[in-house]
């Protein structure tokens, strides 16, 4: 008996799921009045061309980003031939016939369209040029490249699988018995938050160093799979972990599964069906931790010397060898796309044609309770290593206290010049919030400014999913050269559409309010309406989000700053900290633990932040009558 | 003399759904039609292409006071709009929450640069509003005063012709009358004309002169309501007076 109502169930699944979705999502409005004969034609033009629009927009994305990497020569700017001579020949003096017989050499003198047409001409060929450093074909060492890639992320997403089962578990079992309470998903949050090269570094100190359990460098067999395979699928899992365990619990309260357990379905049974119905709507999602990792690959690679695409990448973005350049970029954007790809397959495969209008959308998680105080703490505890640090002086080098323990006079001990641990720490967040801040602040305003283009917000955050901040960091720095300047300018490259999609999503549900038709009714104009009552509406959402972003994009700009793409020494930036000081870990561990600490707090208040969900709407009183309601009712 | 409203052959479509089907009829001043009939028959398409809010297929004919409405674009069309203003369904949704109530009261007069002073506690005396309440927020507010801040802000504009857009069917019963009666004796102090959209028989029966009985896109009967309710001659509208009785008045 059991096995045929399973069955059974599972094929109805979507069709539970669908009717509960729409009771819940609509408006409980007994005698449903009007909205029939307006549902059918908007849902149909919602379908059709914004489709089109967000595929053209995806289209043009790809176009722009291989044309950028394309152009990387000429748009770059600098004369490259100089760097080219003195690698490639010491001895030669930098003579301008020879400079001019260099730039011959590598098509520089033929201006963008040529220079492109022969980069594009060649690709076409599978010919990706020829390193300006090493004069070998780049082809090979990104093959190369992109096979210990390959394999390192595999054995990520490994280890990221089976963090992600390990965090779901408690949610499964409970949910299969029917004893599910809110909450929960904070360690699989602070995982998730913890950025790759932070947990690297962390790795490589404590179980490469101290325990020295495992290699901390090269790439010569399994053990040295290890450590990196952690430092990328941790937070990847983490990631999967949280979309799993959020997307669960309400599976678990649609009314299918009290039925399937009131019916004696197995336990089991009901586990099995809940993934199935959770996972394919998290698909996309899981399409995005792969992209993620291509970025993550950057920072792994290069903290633990494995020659991967990533590291292939920074390298030559750091010593100007664009071609070797071009063709790294172009394949972590190749496998990212590749990962995208796969995973809108994979979900039209699982969905059928139940994709379209979006009919088995995953109900929305049930909220969560907001607890202000951990955030509050964390801030406090952050504000306070902050304003202590910054009454000290970070750039004094004492000589002779190089790496010194703490003590009264540096509480945090000091550094590789003797400079104090503390006052670098304090300053350096001054300023990377400050970025931070800036970040933001040019963020919103992009997003709002562009949030009011109709049907843009799929496409820009395509974009901006499909390019990792590490990637587009490395884009930037070899365009401008590694600074706080155009380490800002990747951040802000990236962080602007998802708020600019959220601006979208927010203007769009503003103009279909009932109170923006009355105030047409009333002969408002549209310029009216935009600034009295959409812009309003709109701004103060958005920018309540772009601040719950800042920790998130002082994080980035730390990551850059620890590849040397960001500030530059003697900056005191606390990704460049945390680089400086993992030289010296065996002999000043607390100098290196201490931005890594700082980090972690950042990490953990961005996790916090967003889990504060912002009371967008207040709460519509029920319209109980007044007293003087009453008596003019009686009246 | 001409009709107040006067809606000839009026086809609304939505793509391929043809929701509103030649639609034909008229509104005098000082007159209340009622226009009722089952969920999803075409009654709020009509009212919104009534509106202009909604632009309704080619050879549909709304004219006010013997003025096109269907042939007027942009500031035209919103200087006409002073002439008939419309009154929402659900209260809170049709103000913008962010907007204190004096201020939405008075927008209409803002937007056609009419004086402003002293207006808003005019008019929110002549609903029987309370003018303290003119800092006050729509949720601040009940649902009953909410709907007066609503046609307050109907009647800034003098208008001639009231849309009625279900004005009290999402209130509390208790509240409803209130309203109703607010809405008969301002159509008797100012001779205004309504286009009530309804769907509760008792209150057709006790507001509207005559009733317009919608089924599918189309109008299948009209007739003065007395005559209606006593001998409703289409099938539909027997149908929908026995469902009526049927059910007991909510």
């Not at chain 1, 889990?611 to 009712?633: N, Q, W």
């Amino acid at each position: 008996m059991r096995a045929p109502i399973g069955r059974v169930g599972r094929r109805t699944i979507g069709w539970v799921g669908r009717r509960t979705i729409g009771r819940a999502g609509r408006r409980p409005d007994p005698r449903n009045e009007g909205g029939p004969t307006r549902a059918p034609g908007r849902r149909q033009r919602l379908l059709t061309r914004p489709s089109l629009r967000a595929g053209l927009a995806r289209a043009a994305a790809l176009a722009a980003v291989i044309a950028t990497v394309g152009l990387l020569p000429w748009l770059s700017g600098r004369d490259p031939a100089l760097t080219v001579l003195r690698a490639r020949s010491a001895e030669q003096e930098p003579t301008a016939e020879a400079l001019a017989a260099v730039r011959r050499d590598l098509g520089l003198d033929a201006g963008p369209a040529a220079l492109f047409g022969d980069w594009a001409g060649g690709l076409l060929h599978g010919d990706l040029g020829i390193s300006w450093v090493s004069g070998a074909d780049v082809l090979p060492s990104v093959l190369s490249g992109l096979g210990v890639s390959l394999t390192l992320m595999a054995a990520s997403l490994a280890v990221a699988v089976l963090i992600a089962s390990a965090l779901c578990a408690p949610t499964l079992v409970r949910g299969a018995r029917g004893t599910l309470r809110g909450g929960g998903g904070a360690v699989a949050a602070m995982l998730a938050a913890v950025p790759e090269f932070l947990l690297a570094t962390v790795l490589l100190i404590v179980l490469g160093v101290w325990w020295g359990l495992l290699p901390v460098s090269g790439w010569q067999g399994p053990a040295h799979l290890v450590l990196p395979a952690l430092a990328m699928g941790v937070p990847a899992g983490g990631l999967l972990g949280r979309l799993v365990d959020d997307a669960l619990p309400a599976v678990f309260r649609e009314r299918w599964t009290d039925v399937w357990r009131a019916a004696g379905v197995s336990r089991g049974c009901v586990v099995a069906a809940a993934l199935r119905r959770a996972l394919p709507a998290l698909v996309p999602q899981v399409g995005l931790v792969a992209v993620g990792l291509t970025g993550g690959a950057v920072a792994v690679e290069t903290v633990f010397a494995v020659p991967g695409l990533g590291r292939t990448a920074l390298g030559a973005a750091k010593s100007q060898d664009l071609p070797l350049l071009q063709g790294a970029v172009l394949a972590l954007l190749l496998l990212a796309l590749a990962a995208g790809g796969c995973a809108a397959l994979v979900r039209a495969r699982l969905f059928g044609t139940a994709l379209k209008g979006s009919a088995l959308a995953l109900p929305a998680p049930p909220p969560g309770r907001v607890r202000a105080w951990v955030p509050g703490t964390l801030a406090a505890v952050l504000a306070l290593v902050i304003g202590s640090g910054l009454v000290r002086d970070p750039y004094a080098v004492d000589t002779t206290l190089r790496l010194a323990g703490p003590s009264a006079a540096h509480p945090l001990g000091t550094d590789g010049l003797g400079r104090d641990v503390l006052a670098r720490l304090g300053h350096g967040a001054a300023s990377t919030v400050g970025v931070a801040l800036a970040v933001c602040a040019v963020s919103l305003l992009l997003a709002l400014a562009i949030g009011f283009l109709p049907n843009t917000g799929a496409g820009l955050a395509d974009i901006a999913n499909a390019v990792p901040p590490v990637i587009a960091g490395v884009l930037v720095a070899a365009l401008t050269g590694p600074s706080t300047l155009g380490a800002s300018l990747a951040v802000a490259l990236i962080s602007w559409p998802p708020l600019a999609a959220h601006a979208a999503a927010l203007v769009q549900e503003t103009r279909a309010g009932a109170h923006v038709m009355a105030l047409r009714a009333i002969g408002a104009g549209p310029g009216w309406i935009l600034t009295r009552h959409v812009l309003p509406a709109v701004a103060g959402p958005v920018a309540r989000h772009a601040v719950l972003r800042l920790p998130g994009v002082a994080l980035a700009l730390a990551a850059l700053g620890f590849l040397g793409l960001g500030a530059q020494p003697p900056a005191p930036e606390w990704g460049l900290l945390l680089d400086e000081s993992r030289l010296y870990v065996e002999r000043a561990p607390l100098a290196a633990l201490a931005p890594a600490a700082a980090l972690a707090l950042l990490a953990a208040l961005a996790v916090t932040l967003a889990g504060l969900r912002p009371r967008t709407r207040h709460v519509r009183r029920t319209a109980a009558p007044t007293p003087a309601e009453l008596s003019k009712a009686a009246r | 003399m001409n009709p107040l409203l006067d809606v000839t052959d009026l086809v609304v479509r939505y793509d391929d759904h043809t929701a509103v089907d030649h639609v034909s009829f008229h509104v005098d001043a000082g007159e209340t039609l009622a226009l009722i009939g089952e969920s999803g028959c075409g009654k709020s398409s009509t009212a919104l292409a009534v509106l202009g809010l909604l632009r309704p297929e080619h050879g549909s004919s709304v004219r006010f006071a013997g003025q096109e409405l269907t042939a007027l674009r942009g500031s035209r069309l919103r200087a006409l709009r002073t002439r008939f203003q419309p009154v929402f369904q659900d209260p809170y949704a049709s103000l913008d929450p962010r907007t204190r109530i004096g201020d939405a009261i008075t927008e209409p007069l803002r937007v056609h640069r009419r004086p402003v002073a002293g207006r808003a506690a005019e008019l929110m005396e002549l609903v029987g509003l309370d003018p303290a309440y003119a800092d006050r927020r729509p949720h601040e507010l009940s649902g009953g005063q909410c709907q007066r801040a609503g046609i307050a802000r109907a009647l800034a504009l003098e208008p001639r012709l009231l849309v009625l857009d279900e004005p009290v069917s999402a209130l509390d019963p208790s509240v409803r009358s209130g309203i109703v009666n607010l809405l008969t004796d301002l159509q008797d102090r100012f001779g205004l004309g309504y286009l009530f959209i309804c769907h509760d028989m008792a209150l057709v029966r006790h507001t509207a002169h005559r009733v317009a009985v919608m089924s599918a896109g189309r109008i299948v009967e009209t007739a003065p309501v007395r005559e209606l309710f006593a001998a409703p001659r289409e099938p539909y509208t027997r149908d929908l007076l026995a469902a009526h009785h049927r059910r007991p008045a909510r």
